[in-house]
């Protein structure tokens, strides 16, 4: 569990939070070699373009308004906050756009993606609109003003607890609320657009805390933006060498690793035992379950093994400068935790789901444990320029007698 949840951390904070850290860093040595004037004024749109070609070229809507509205809070807050005629006003818009900021950023990491010019992304694109138009409206009628400060300037405790940051308490509060939920559905999916939405959040607090309508503002906010971006090509990367339900990297990742692992490795293959009767019994959602599960105890396999979903319920092993020797206790213990490893699901068959009423009882029934094993075949190249193909070939092979062994067992290739 403890490795989990560090592997958890370094992909929250790599690259988000390294990129946040080398553009403070950056920020703040620019400003005080003063660099101003032309680059700060178009440093923004270069990267709030950038952000939104490459989100609509990859297709990732939720990434592309997430940047859209980084991109719109930091222009209103450069063009709209100078011009406003009075200090009240100006407090008002700040602290409407701080409470609107977080909550849409929250939403946009428990959507999903659904088009940018799909009907979906036509919705969240009059949203986003409308929300202009509030802000339009706030800045030039009167008792919008009036009834918009008593919302964004409320107290809820003693202003001692406030007194250190620019933003209202409405505004902490919704920043350290979505702050809560984005880092716990990121440590559950851990994949790179939460991640991208979770820091986007943060820059955007340093942004707001700088104040408004300054260089230090602009360069968090489109830090944010470079995130996000960053965020695109992550995914982009994600789909193609890691696998989307076990969240274990893909074959096509494996056929990378094997033309680099070097002349001495062991590599098994592992099957889960019954798996085809399993998913007729319980069904295909049951079944994506399991998987997970024993993707989850292969990500903690010993002996410096690297785990890889390979295809189907197959997934295999890798043990650089690994003999067979040397991984088969590995392999072992891994099967064993496999074994042990208490998994429930709900009693009947799936096919008692016939109409609303079994539904109904079915989610009311109790949960009944079930034993789930795999079969393991291994086998090693021990220094010999053997084929990548041939050495998965004798694994497979060992994995098959494993099979007719009884399975629940590791069998080695001969």
């Not at 657009?193 to 906010?221: D, I, K, M, P, R």
């Not at 400068?321 to 935790?337: I, V, W, Y």
């Not at 009423?357 to 989610?363: C, F, P, Q, Y």
């Amino acid at each position: 569990m403890g490795g989990r949840f560090l592997r958890g951390v370094y992909r929250l904070v790599i690259p988000g939070g390294l990129i946040l850290l080398a553009a403070a860093m950056s920020t703040h040595a620019g400003m005080s070699r003063g660099l101003t004037g032309a680059f700060w004024s178009t440093f923004p749109y270069f990267i709030f373009g950038t952000g939104l070609v490459l989100t609509a070229i990859f297709k990732c809507s939720r990434l592309f308004f997430a940047v859209l509205i980084v991109a719109v809070s930091d222009r209103v807050l450069v063009w709209l906050m100078p011009n406003l005629s009075s200090v009240g006003i100006h407090r008002t818009i700040f602290d409407l756009i701080a409470l609107l900021l977080p909550l849409n950023l929250l939403a946009l990491a428990f959507m999903r993606d659904r088009g940018i010019i799909s009907p979906r992304g036509r919705q969240r694109t009059a949203f986003i609109v409308a929300e202009i138009a509030l802000v339009a409206v706030v800045a030039l009628v009167h008792p919008v003003q009036v009834r918009a400060a008593s919302l964004v300037h409320g107290q809820i405790v003693s202003s001692a607890f406030s007194e250190w940051s620019q933003l209202s308490q409405p505004a902490l509060v919704m920043f350290a609320l979505a702050g809560v939920l984005m880092f716990i559905y990121v440590m559950r999916r851990r994949r790179p657009v939460e991640s991208g939405l979770f820091w986007t959040l943060v820059t955007a607090f340093l942004a707001l805390n700088a104040g408004t309508a300054n260089h230090v503002s602009s360069a968090y906010f489109a830090t944010g933006g470079l995130i996000l971006s960053i965020a695109v090509l992550e995914t982009s990367y994600t789909l193609a060498y890691r696998d989307e339900l076990t969240q274990l990297p893909s074959r096509r990742a494996l056929n990378d690793a094997l033309a680099k692992v070097g002349d001495k490795y062991a590599v098994a293959m592992v099957d889960v035992d019954h798996f085809k009767k399993f998913n007729d019994t319980y069904g295909h959602e049951t079944g994506d379950q399991v998987l997970q599960m024993i993707a989850s105890r292969l990500e903690s396999v010993e002996g410096g093994g690297k785990a890889f979903r390979y295809g189907g319920e197959e997934f295999a092993v890798i043990f650089p400068n690994k003999s067979l020797d040397d991984a088969f206790p590995s392999l072992e213990t891994l099967r064993k935790s496999i074994e042990a490893t208490p998994f429930k699901v709900r009693q009947g068959d799936r096919r008692n789901n016939g109409n609303k009423r079994k539904k109904k009882e079915k989610g009311v029934r109790a949960k009944k444990q079930v034993q789930v094993t795999v079969s393991i075949g291994a086998a090693e190249c021990a220094g010999e320029k053997l084929p990548t193909d041939q050495v998965l070939g004798a694994a497979d092979k060992a994995l098959y007698r494993a099979k007719n062994s009884g399975r629940n067992c590791t069998a080695v290739s001969v």
